[in-house]
């Protein structure tokens, strides 16, 4: 296929695009289908905690990296940011130039969804930059095909995701959640912890039977009217033992985030980060501080819940 080759001149100029990380209320997990994914139930919700990744004008594609576990990160084609340049410049029929750095404020390999924020923030960066001015809908596709959590990132806020995760519904929530992280220096390859999944539930998770693989009733309840202390108890993750099961010491970080009071503890997604839901932002901090003096995790975040998906920074 011929290509258009997009002159770097001084109308292109550098797009710096923020996309937050996120956070499953609810993971309900089926057993493995035939395309070797799980059917899931995800409750999402998008936190404060931000990647942002700079697309500037560039002869191929190079991708630079900093910011907390940025050693752990791929810098080549293997990069979820730098896939998705691939794919927009495929499907518009561009030359991919472009040169990308990723500000890393999601825990690597968390189960915080980090890499698909990169992906989702680098189309939208990339669309920006190229002038392609795709739309919504369209970005939607190229997020779902670079990975499950991808279109989430470029949605944000709080969403039900069904299908691999990726065909979403908006959630009608009232207020924030403040939320306390406690984050483990090694990570969890989401792959291992889908197939350690299987070894014990071939029927599918404790939670994707009991809810009937809908999205659990009281927690929408709890959303809808902003009732962060009926919605602490409603968290639930299918993943959750495979997890523990991994890095038994997150069975101290849940005990000591519910002993500080938080409202519901889980680990997010396929782990290792705990989520700790506070009553406000005070207790979320004071959460946080006693998961550090407890030495149960390696860092700790405080965020709010519920913030906008991939977005363009002005200026
Ligand atoms: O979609 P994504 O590439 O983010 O998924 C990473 C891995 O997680 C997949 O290769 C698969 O092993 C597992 N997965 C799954 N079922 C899902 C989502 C992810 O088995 N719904």
Same mark, same amino acid.
């Given at each position: ?68 576990? *940025?050693?752990?990160?791929? @810098? ?7 896939? *998705? ?36 923030? *680098? ?68 792959? @291992? ?123």
């Amino acid at each position: 296929m011929n290509r258009l080759r997009i002159a770097g001149t001084q109308e292109q100029h550098a797009v710096c695009v923020r996309a937050p990380g996120k956070v499953n209320l609810a993971l309900l997990v089926g057993s493995q289908g035939a395309d070797g994914y799980h059917p899931l139930v995800s409750v999402f919700q998008a936190v404060s905690l931000y990647e942002e990744v700079v697309a500037a004008p560039g002869s191929g594609v190079s991708l630079s990296v900093r910011g907390a576990g *940025a050693d752990q990160v791929p @810098r080549d084609e293997t990069n979820l940011a730098w896939r *998705a340049a691939l794919l927009l410049a495929d499907h518009v029929g561009l030359e991919p130039d472009v040169a990308l750095s990723i500000d890393k404020g999601v825990p690597v390999a968390g189960g915080m969804a980090g890499g698909s924020a990169d992906a989702a923030a *680098a189309l939208v960066a990339c669309d920006a930059l190229w002038g392609t001015a795709l739309g919504r809908g369209e970005l939607l596709e190229l997020a779902a095909e670079l990975g499950s959590d991808v279109p989430f990132c470029l949605v944000g806020h709080t969403a039900v995701g069904t299908g691999r995760g990726h065909v979403l519904s908006p959630v009608m929530t009232r207020g924030r959640q403040f939320w306390a992280f406690g984050m483990q220096s090694a990570g969890l390859s989401t792959a @291992r912890a889908f197939a350690a999944f299987d070894e014990d539930n071939a029927e599918g998770g404790t939670w994707w039977r009991a809810f009937g693989h809908e999205p659990p009733t009281a927690m929408m309840a709890a959303l809808r009217a902003g009732d962060a202390h009926a919605l602490g108890p409603a968290l639930c993750n299918d993943l959750e033992a495979t997890a523990v099961a991994a890095q038994p010491v997150l069975v101290d970080a849940l005990r000591v985030a519910r002993r500080a009071g938080a409202l519901g503890a889980i680990v997010s997604g396929s782990g290792p980060t705990v989520a700790a839901l506070g009553r406000s932002q005070q207790h979320a901090t004071a959460i946080a501080a006693a998961l550090t003096a407890a030495g149960v995790v390696d860092t700790v975040a405080c965020a709010v819940g519920g913030v906008a998906g991939a977005r363009v920074v002005p200026g």
